[in-house]
């Protein structure tokens, strides 16, 4: 996917977003419309100090720059390999593409798109991408736990429902791929496509014999989205919303789940509606949780947009990339071919 592509993406997304933006704004609507006083949503919001916006912004960036450094891990699993700077471009447009994009990880496709680009290597890029992405789901359903079990007193049937229902889940997705890396391809397939499988288990195989890079990731995975989740608590705390911690761990990472579901504009209203929901377990009044998510998405899009204009200006400094990084040559010679 070369830059001009990737604008031309980029375009052809704006102008289909009439369903997904009229679904975030028919929920954020019926949420307002909820509330029994609309104006303690702004004073919620008001209460935070600039400065400490500010220095949630950056943080929120530095865990997306480990994030950059994580999603790295996975899809170098191939022989070519992704350089540091081509790396942060492609997850960092990613970020931005996420404006345009059903759910919270409409990006990683950009993403995964652009380092296909540039090192050829479309299983390993593919399966890294998938990979990362289910490390960071995972790591979300830890954190979830563990509030989940110092929180049991603020739960119903229905929370315990929802948690069985997530970790079900991910044991299908487990026990699925052990079933795939196990059993052979039915000859019925095309040649093609028997052998597109037989790289991707070539992967999924280099990943078993070296798990390092598995735990190693997951570490990183669950250290990024606890960061997440503190900067929501300290944001919280600014906004006069006194909870413990393990509520934080509990409600926010759920409101994270709740935004992948791909019917609105980047999560936004689905993040609000479900953050309303589960801090509500704490009692938490509307207001105050919608207008903590509306905070939290000026940090998105914050975020998104830095990432959009590093990705435009360091064009020039891609085109240089042979000289700070001299696999490059080899990289889209292999990918050209």
């Known amino acids: 996917m070369t830059r001009q592509n990737f604008v031309s993406f980029l375009k052809k997304l704006a102008k289909n977003q009439t369903f997904r933006v009229l679904v975030s704004v028919c929920i954020l609507t019926i949420l307002l419309v909820r509330l029994d006083n609309p104006h303690e949503l702004w004073n919620t919001m008001r209460?935070?100090?600039?400065?400490?916006?500010?220095?949630?912004?950056?943080?929120?960036?530095?865990?997306?720059?480990?994030?950059?450094?994580?999603?790295?891990?996975?899809?170098?699993?191939?022989?070519?390999?992704?350089?540091?700077?081509?790396?942060?471009?492609?997850?960092?447009?990613?970020?931005?593409?996420?404006?345009?994009?059903?759910?919270?990880?409409?990006?990683?496709?950009?993403?995964?798109?652009?380092?296909?680009?540039?090192n050829g290597e479309k299983e390993a890029v593919i399966i890294g991408s998938v990979l990362d992405r289910f490390l960071d789901t995972s790591s979300l359903g830890?954190?979830?736990?563990?509030?989940?079990?110092?929180?049991?007193?603020?739960?119903?049937r229905v929370d315990w429902s929802i948690l069985l229902i997530l970790f079900i889940s991910i044991v299908i997705v487990i026990v699925a791929t052990f079933v795939f890396l196990v059993l052979p391809i039915p000859g019925i397939f095309p040649k093609k496509t028997i052998g597109f499988i037989e790289r991707i288990k070539s992967v999924i195989k280099q990943l078993v014999r070296n798990p390092h890079r598995a735990i190693l990731g997951f570490l990183l995975a669950v250290f990024i989205q606890s960061s997440f989740v503190i900067l929501s608590a300290i944001l919280g705390n600014a906004c006069n919303i006194d909870l413990p911690l393990y509520a934080w761990f509990f409600a926010w990472p759920l409101a994270k789940l709740a935004a992948m579901i791909p019917i609105s504009l980047g999560g936004l209203g689905v993040r609000e509606m479900a953050l309303a929901a589960f801090l509500n377990r704490f009692g938490v009044p509307e207001e105050s949780s919608i207008g903590l998510g509306l905070l939290w998405e000026t940090i998105i899009i914050t975020g998104g947009a830095m990432g959009g204009i590093f990705y435009f200006l360091s064009r020039k400094s891609a085109s240089n990339s042979n000289t700070l990084f001299p696999e490059m040559e080899n990289i889209k010679g292999k990918a050209v071919n």
């Open 47 to 118: 209460e935070i100090p600039i400065l400490l916006w500010v220095l949630v912004v950056v943080a929120f960036i530095a865990g997306h720059i480990i994030g950059v450094l994580k999603w790295r891990l996975f899809i170098n699993l191939g022989t070519n390999k992704l350089p540091v700077f081509t790396a942060f471009r492609c997850y960092f447009a990613g970020l931005f593409s996420n404006f345009f994009l059903p759910s919270a990880v409409g990006g990683d496709v950009v993403r995964a798109g652009l380092a296909i680009h540039f």
């Open 142 to 156: 830890v954190i979830i736990l563990i509030g989940a079990l110092f929180s049991r007193t603020s739960l119903d």
